[in-house]
């Protein structure tokens, strides 16, 4: 978040919704509902199993 809000020059910070709440702003942006079941499921199965580690991925370095 903090590479992110630098990048963009703004201070970001992380809040947790509950599904209910996410899908009731995404739905309010006009999004269809079954979009929303989709993403709230995946994300619930990838929570419960995550994928195996296929390899690291290497951070570029950042700008002095």
Known sequence: MRIIGKAIDRRLHWA?????DARQRVLADDSPPSFMDVLLNTCAT????PRPEE???QPPPLPA
Do not use: D, K, V
Request: glycine share 8%; net charge negative.
């Open 16 to 20: 947790e919704l509950s599904p209910r």
């Open 46 to 49: 990838t929570i419960e199993e």
């Open 55 to 57: 390899g690291r991925l």
